[in-house]
T-cell receptor, first 108, second 116 residues
């Protein structure tokens, strides 16, 4: 199971792209990278995941480096509702380790 | 679908009391899990189950018991509550394997527990 490292906090202007980095240098070949977010004290919400290739869905894009040691979550047009704690997780389902995440504040 | 439901939403216990936190899902997910979240910290895995009759320990299992008699339900039992178990508890479920990938979990709204 790979541990991840994320910045503690970030700010982003409303309407701009938010780029959230994550380091997972010890990731194994069969471990996916997942991103979740938690708004206030609600249950975490799945955003996106990937293994090797870059991924995009209706919420975000995930860019994984070729060596898979780091990734970046991109929210293309951040809104105030995107203010949340974002967790990057690299591991198997039975070893899902949430760190402290990145607290993203979207500024009007 | 109701998704993942948890009861109760809030609970206050005295040290030494026992209680069961309920978790249910109506998505026919094989995988279910329990996490706790302490202030300023991320979620930590307590126990998980890959199907009815199968459970295993996570990162912080001490003081908690689980069972999985049906696919839908995964209760978490505190046998003798301690102040250190004051936390917010989240239940989650997942397809073990799905088109969205292994490990995409759906979380419940949480149970806030205070042990005095």
């Amino acid at each position: 199971d790979a541990k991840t490292t994320q910045p503690t906090s970030m700010d982003c202007a409303e309407g701009r792209a938010a780029n959230l980095p994550c380091n997972h240098s010890t990731i194994s070949g069969n471990e996916y990278v997942y991103w979740y977010r938690q708004i206030h004290s609600q249950g975490p919400q799945y955003i996106i995941h990937g293994l090797k290739n870059n991924e995009t869905n209706e919420m975000a894009s995930l860019i994984i480096t070729e060596d898979r040691k780091s990734s970046t979550l991109i929210l293309p047009h951040a809104t105030l509702r995107d203010t949340a704690v974002y967790y990057c997780i690299a591991g198997l389902l039975s070893q899902f380790y949430f760190g402290t995440g990145t607290s993203l504040t979207v500024i009007p | 679908n109701a998704g993942v439901t948890q009861t109760p939403k809030f609970q206050v216990l005295k040290t030494g009391q026992s209680m069961t936190l309920q978790c249910a899902q109506d998505m026919n997910h094989e995988y279910m899990s329990w996490y706790r979240q302490d202030p300023g910290m991320g979620l930590r895995l307590i126990h998980y189950s890959v199907g009815a009759g199968i459970t295993d320990q996570g990162e912080v299992p001490n003081g908690y018991n689980v069972s999985r008699s049906t696919t839908e339900d995964f209760p978490l039992r505190l046998l003798s509550a301690a102040p250190s178990q004051t936390s917010v508890y989240f239940c989650a479920s997942s397809y073990e394997i799905s088109v969205r990938g292994f490990g995409t979990q759906y979380f419940g709204p949480g149970t806030r527990l205070l042990v005095l």
